[in-house]
């Protein structure tokens, strides 16, 4: 068995595992606001890109981002912020009222907490992550474009640090990529 984490396993490289080492891949998805992981993958689990289902003691929704055009809705396959819930879930951001009231919610007596990443459900109740809130960046004419997509191949930590402050330096040339600049 060979165990991922940190960040969704990309499809290119879950299948070189595969090949090279003749078993698949078990990851999940958590959080440090959820107590490590919410979801984990079936060893059985044969599917490219996903992060399994719900743990016990973890109950994980999808909810409209309709800002971002990713609904429970969308076909073939509901997509939305991901929000976890459960005892596993902390009760905020320590000193922190603004950031908790923010991600934090209390609904139904339950503790939620939602994530910023964008998530598709399968049929069978497993996810994938497909985006996050944060990395996706609004046109000037509404669109949403992301500037995540990069992070999923091999990108030093260095420039993860530093990413804000490159793409601030570089915002000329990612306009003009984007086609940005074309428009009055």
């Known amino acids: 068995m060979v165990g991922t984490g940190s960040a969704p396993l990309a499809v290119d490289t879950d ?7 003749d078993c698949c891949p078990v990851g999940g998805y958590g959080l440090t606001e959820t107590a490590g992981s919410a ?5 059985d689990d044969q599917s490219f890109g996903r992060v399994g289902s ?12 309709d800002e971002g055009d990713y609904r429970v809705s969308d076909k073939p396959h509901p997509r939305g ?13 320590f000193k922190n009222e603004t950031l908790t009231k923010e991600y934090f919610k209390k609904e139904d007596g339950m503790q939620w907490f939602y994530t910023g990443d964008i ?4 049929p069978d109740g497993t996810f994938s992550i497909i985006d996050r809130k944060k990395d996706l960046l609004k046109l000037q004419h509404g669109e949403y474009v992301s500037l995540g997509k990069p992070d999923t191949g091999l990108v030093t ?4 640090i530093r990413r804000r402050e490159i793409e601030k330096f570089y915002r000329n040339e990612i306009n003009e990529m984007y086609g940005m600049n074309k428009f009055p």
């Open 119 to 122: 998530g598709e459900l399968y």
């Open 81 to 93: 912020e991901i929000v976890v819930g459960g005892d596993c879930v902390t009760q905020g951001y």
């Open 157 to 160: 930590a260095a420039y993860k």
């Open 15 to 21: 299948a070189f595992i595969r090949a090279c080492l």
């Open 39 to 43: 979801t984990l993958k079936d060893m």
């Open 54 to 65: 719900p743990i016990l003691g973890s109950y994980v929704k999808l909810v409209n981002w």
